[in-house]
């Protein structure tokens, strides 16, 4: 069956995006919550349609790419009304910043599938890759910025740090960091403070083994296993590419409703198609729209305002050392979990 392709909408037509971990300001979504706009640089578009048409590999990995939008100068008007809305809704590091260097200055936009959309429960974690996390052009005072969150946080002997998630805690869960929709949010301040190379697997254990929202060892052994498989998947892809890719990400979402996931397992596992990273695609048949089933699990690479295609210069190994980080990582849970 073909995949269905959403329609672009105009700007008038988007709201603020609430599921946002970490990021720029600015950031919009469709009313159905299909499709994710972000405000970006020429150099992000490119980065797209050039993975689109020579990396196909390495775009499987990436959020779907739609197309771009024109934002015009209703945009400050708009962030301006739903800041309040915005406060209560999404993680800190989106948001609360003053610095203009928080908001990308621009008028466009890509247009991107929501890689959250689809879920009952989204559990969204954001993984910042990278040693060195400032791009060639980057002024002096944001190299000195940038390598002291390098040097005080698990980027220097790991190459990744949480930069936030959320996480859904039952129905009725209530608690410090918990919003009102019963999510857990870890904020920034969560990753470059609380977490270090001697507690970096808690992270990861927070973010999958929820026994209050249902999720008991053997659908997180499962969640693990397959988030796994498609690291150590992006880590071949990368490492038989030449790019240079500075303060992108990992993006992991799954169902964090354990009644959803079993039942989203249960049908993935009569079509195993569908379990494969977000994917709900069946055959090639044109004449057919696919009916999507219920998702499982995502892992995307995200965050290309600052990279490249880079012929001749090797594989990225500063990004290649957050990605074998996070293999290793969920291999040892995978073992751990398997070993209780």
Known sequence: MAKRVPTLPTHADLVEYQHAVAGHDGTLCDVDG???????????????ESSIASH??????????????????????????????????????????????????????????????????????????GVRLWADDA???????????????????FGFRIAGMRVWQGEGAKGEDIDQDGYKIFDKNYGRFSISKENIH?????????????????????????FQADVKRIQEVLEGQESRMFSASLLFVFEGDGKALRLAMEEASRSPSTLHNGDTSGSSDEDELELPGPKVYSVKVIDFAHAEWTPGMGPDENSLTGVRSVVDILQSLTIESSSD
């Open 56 to 129: 196909p590999g390495f775009a499987e990995y990436m959020p779907t790419y739609l197309g771009t939008l024109s934002l015009d100068e209703e945009q400050d008007n708009f962030e301006e009304a739903s800041a309040a809305l915005i406060a209560k809704r999404t993680i800190p590091e989106a948001v609360v910043s003053t610095k203009s260097s928080k908001k990308i200055v621009t008028n466009q936009a890509v247009v991107l599938e929501n890689a959250a959309h689809g879920f009952v429960k989204p559990n969204i974690l954001d993984v910042k890759l």
């Open 139 to 157: 002024h002096p005072e944001k190299k000195a910025r940038f390598d002291k969150v390098t040097e005080e946080t698990t980027h220097k002997h």
């Open 202 to 226: 808690d992270a990861f254990k927070h973010f999958i083994f929820t026994e209050s929202a249902g999720i008991d060892d053997e659908l997180a052994r499962l969640v693990v296993q397959a």
């Open 34 to 48: 299909e499709l994710f706009i972000k405000p970006c640089t020429p150099a992000e578009i490119n980065f797209y």
